[in-house]
């Protein structure tokens, strides 16, 4: 059986993780701009935020969208390419 999780970016990163990181990455100005939903614009905290994307699953997709982008680069299974020569 294939190991489906070696392909998911997310696998074993929490909700909060995801939002904390994006904070300490973006802010939450940012974040508001890029998702403007309530828990961002007004009074954001890591709590509230938590709340409102365990219960709305299309803003949490929204949220582990962005996750993925912003931090790509660490999701790239392909090795990097030697630069060696040989003359």
């Not at 999780?5 to 701009?33: F, M, S, Y």
């Not at 790239?76 to 030697?82: F, H, L, N």
Request: net charge positive.
């Amino acid at each position: 059986m294939p190991h489906q999780n070696l392909k998911d970016p997310l696998h074993g990163v929490t909700l909060e993780v995801i939002l904390t990181r994006l904070v300490e990455h973006v802010g939450w100005k940012e974040l508001a701009n890029r998702i403007p939903v309530r828990c961002f614009l007004f009074d954001p905290t890591i709590t509230s935020s938590l709340r409102f994307f365990r219960k709305t699953p299309w803003a949490r997709k929204k949220v582990e969208d962005l996750y993925v982008k912003v931090f790509k680069k660490r999701f790239c299974t392909t090795p990097p390419k030697s630069s060696s020569s040989f003359d």
